[in-house]
């Protein structure tokens, strides 16, 4: 005998047919840059994602963290002579005036990549990706990455070709992921002189970076950088920092564009000092 | 008029936060006084740039000899005049603006720093984040 389906029967299997869920279930939104949330959107999104009191697991890294970088500890370790002589060779320009031609000497404003640790320094945000064999370490700012290989390989005691980001190696210890670095392209700054802009703080291809990522809460990341340099610094610079997450942000695309760099420069900081184009 | 909230844009656009902590910034703002006195300069924008690094806006006004001058002004970085309230249509070419702000020790048509911006109707714009 044929069963015979009834028509309310048939209205309910529709109606939570999975079809159905998906065109009236909310779809993903685009969500907004970690910079770009106003501080009453970030409050509203720790609240919306519980952030403060979710578990979590100490050596999960992912996420999406900070929105503006982590200034160094404003204590300067004191420089050796050559440091000294680097530091003041950073000194912006200045007019026939006298005027600090703002930070002119900094790469940033020709668009040179940050380079690290310039990069933690200032940043509108990052994300860490856990791969296999690496870690990697995406920045808004730049759009760029970092490999830090937890492979099991070693730094290269002689770095072939410098690079802006350097070579990383991470490994973890407890609950703590340890990422050494080496090989950085001496061109880039440590940070500039947030004392004073027209300065900047340069390394040596022979700087050194040691850092430690200890996620404390679901939203919390604890974290110390050293920077070793001891051609330009007596002793190391650390710098100890909690990054906190940023929920419901993803990273957005921030290039520095030498052409609209230029176009600041031109149409905004010569004429503002005075610089005759 | 909500005077923390100008000020927040004042020292916003300097590269420092009225609600705690210091924000990184791009640049060392140089060649002004942040404690001139503040001028009006009204007129029409002709160009408002929406891009990196610093969000751009131009407008003509008149001069004392009643010359066209351009005059720039600039705000944050595209994301940070985002969580600043402003969007890529905040103004619009044509439209009339007067500008309070603080002009470069330099001269020129140059506003080293907006403390507020109004349109022609009175209303002032939105480039600082609501308290």
């Given amino acids: 005998m044929q069963k015979i389906v009834s028509l309310p029967t048939l209205l309910l299997v529709l109606l939570f047919s999975p079809l159905v869920l998906a065109q009236t279930s909310s779809a993903p939104e685009w969500l907004p840059c970690p910079r770009c949330q106003s501080r009453q959107e970030r409050a509203a999104s720790r609240e919306k994602y519980d952030v403060d ?19 160094f500890n404003i204590v300067v370790p004191p420089f050796t002579a050559k440091g000294k002589a680097m530091y003041d060779a950073t000194r912006a320009e200045e007019t026939a005036e006298g005027v600090a031609i703002s930070n002119s000497k900094d790469g940033m404003l020709i668009c040179d990549p940050l380079g690290y640790p310039r990069w933690f320094a200032y940043n509108y945000g990052f994300q860490f990706v856990v791969l296999p064999d690496r870690v990697l370490q995406f920045f808004e700012l730049g759009h760029t990455w970092r490999d830090i290989w937890t492979d099991g390989r070693t730094l290269p005691d002689d770095p072939p070709a410098p690079r802006w980001l350097g070579y990383a190696v991470g490994r973890w210890e407890g609950d703590t992921f340890i990422v050494e670095s080496n090989g ?24 050194r970076v040691v850092e430690r990522y200890k996620r404390t809460s679901f939203s919390t990341l604890e974290t110390e950088l050293t920077v070793i340099d001891t051609e330009v610094f007596k002793k190391p610079w650390t710098t100890k920092s909690t990054i906190q997450l940023s929920p419901g942000t993803e990273l957005g695309e921030y290039m520095c564009v030498p052409s609209e760099t ?13 610089v005759k184009q | 008029m909500n005077t923390r909230r100008e000020l927040g844009a004042v020292l916003t656009l300097a590269g420092v936060t009225l609600f705690g902590g210091a924000v990184a910034g ?10 001139a006195a503040p001028i009006d300069v009204k007129g029409t924008v002709v160009e408002y740039r929406w891009r990196n690094p610093h969000v751009l806006l131009f407008w003509d006004a008149k001069d004392k000899e009643g010359k066209a001058e ?19 249509d905040t103004f619009k070419v044509g439209e009339e603006i007067t ?17 507020k911006i109004v349109r022609a109707d009175g209303s002032p714009v939105t480039t600082a984040a609501p308290d």
């Fill in chain 1, 53 to 71: 009191k979710r578990p979590f697991n100490p050596r999960d890294l992912n996420g999406i963290w900070g929105n503006n970088g982590v200034e």
């Fill in chain 1, 184 to 207: 950085y392209d001496d061109r880039s700054w440590i940070q500039e002189d947030r004392r004073d802009r027209r300065w900047g703080f340069p390394h040596t291809d022979q700087m």
């Fill in chain 2, 70 to 88: 351009r005059w720039v002004v600039e705000f944050a970085s595209v994301a940070s005049s985002l969580a600043n309230g402003m969007k890529k």
């Fill in chain 1, 262 to 274: 230029e176009a600041y420069n031109s149409d905004k900081l010569r004429p503002q000092v005075g």
């Fill in chain 2, 99 to 115: 500008a309070t702000c603080i002009r470069a020790r330099a001269g020129g048509p140059v506003c080293a720093q907006a403390k």
């Fill in chain 2, 26 to 35: 791009h640049h060392s703002q140089t060649g002004f006084d942040p404690n």
